[in-house]
């Protein structure tokens, strides 16, 4: 089967497309950014990265691209010990309900456990975010918690839920 999503470095010109989606309220609400998200926003977003080690500790963003075009973005906060790491993943609401977040958080977990060797993955979402609970489960992460009113964003206290996927479960999980 062909993959129809790329990941890959973000460049300066993907910063409209970039201010575009993380604009959309509809994308930011469970999102640690605020919507609107500027064009200046989105060019120092790309500034930054650009200067970054994908392969370092902390966090970098790849650019998830479709046909040519910006469709969204998947992050790894790659931790010290560079044997585990934290991601989460966006996806433009015109693009959503294809497959194609599913694809790239796959394919970013086939990079961080088949091809860099890391040990554990993990990733939380807002509790309200049922899709994104979906995904991760989909994927074969399994729920480690549930931390209830723990976050302030956006005016108001939500809950977390905690995933977590070893690389073992990840190959018992892709057979």
């Known amino acids: 089967m062909a993959e129809r999503v790329v990941l890959r470095p973000f460049v300066m010109t993907d910063a409209p497309v970039l201010a575009e989606y993380r604009s959309d309220p509809h994308v930011a609400r469970y999102q640690g950014w605020e919507a609107p998200f500027s064009l200046v926003q989105a060019e120092e977003f790309v500034r930054e990265v650009g200067v970054l080690d994908p392969t370092g500790p902390g966090w970098f963003q790849f650019a ?25 993943y966006t996806l433009a ?36 975010n049922e899709r994104s609970a979906r995904l991760l489960t989909r994927l074969g992460f399994r729920q480690e918690g549930h931390r209830v009113r723990s976050t302030w964003a956006k005016g108001e206290w939500t809950d ?9 479960e990840w190959r018992e999980h892709m057979i």
């Open 93 to 128: 609401t015109a693009h959503q309900g294809r497959g194609y977040a599913t694809e790239a958080v796959r394919r970013l977990l086939e990079h961080l456990f088949d091809e860099r060797g890391l040990h554990r993955v993990a990733a939380e979402c807002d509790a309200r």
């Open 64 to 88: 998830v691209e479709v046909s040519g075009e910006l469709v969204g973005d998947v992050g790894v906060n790659l931790h010290h010990n560079r044997m585990q790491a934290e991601i989460g």
């Open 160 to 168: 977390d839920l905690l995933f977590a996927l070893l690389a073992e």
